[in-house]
């Protein structure tokens, strides 16, 4: 019990307590709905690979965003992580393809270019000529540095690179926020139409 709540607590968001839960949980439940989530475990690690275009989850060769004719394949937008193209597709705002980066540049990590998915990208924008890409970085100080570096990169390609907004979230108040959220929200305001 005390190394599968270890294993379990090594997981993003599972606590010692949390871990201790999910133990006494599994200990309760029938075998077999143990055995599924084992099996279910093993079979998603072993199918489940990157897409060998844009590094987003996919069972087979390409993901299915990939192979959708419907999208815009002129937009292109970059993320740092898998888990971000997920929250992109629930705005259901965005109808381009996507590009992962498997990370952020991040120098006290030993993280450069050459450890992301920054050649591929270069090799996308030149083949596919997209019209536009939207840098969708996180607003921390890596995902900044991603951002310009990126920016620096694709200047020589002839494509609009833009950033995504920052800024006050939906349903805050300003009293509430940061001094850099504001300075942000600031510098990004927009024109009324």
Do not use: W
């Not at 929250?87 to 590009?99: D, I, P, V």
């Not at 270019?113 to 083949?127: D, T």
């Not at 995504?164 to 009293?175: D, F, M, N, W």
Request: glycine fraction near 6%; charged fraction near 30%; charge should be negative.
């Amino acid at each position: 019990m005390a190394r599968l709540v270890e294993a379990l607590n090594r997981l993003p968001g599972i606590g010692q307590r949390s871990a201790e839960r999910i133990v006494f949980y599994l200990l309760k439940t029938p075998f077999e709905e143990v055995n599924l989530l084992s099996e279910l475990l093993k079979e998603v690690r072993e199918e489940v690979k990157f897409c060998k275009e844009c590094r987003y989850f996919s069972d087979s060769e390409t993901c299915h965003i990939c192979e959708d004719p419907t999208r815009d394949r002129s937009i292109l937008c970059v993320v740092e992580d898998p888990k971000d193209v997920i929250q992109m597709e629930k705005t259901g705002a965005f109808n381009g393809l996507y590009h992962v980066l498997l990370g952020n540049l991040s120098p006290l990590e030993g993280i450069g270019p050459e450890e992301l998915q920054i050649r591929n990208l270069i090799r996308r924008v030149k083949e596919e000529k997209f019209r536009e890409v939207i840098l969708a970085t996180n607003p921390d100080t890596e995902g900044e540095a991603t951002a310009l570096y990126l920016a620096q990169v694709l200047k020589p390609y002839e494509v609009k690179v833009s950033r995504i907004a920052r800024g006050i979230p939906v349903g805050s108040a300003v009293e509430f926020m940061d001094p850099a959220t504001l300075q942000r929200a600031l510098e990004g305001r927009q024109n009324f139409d």
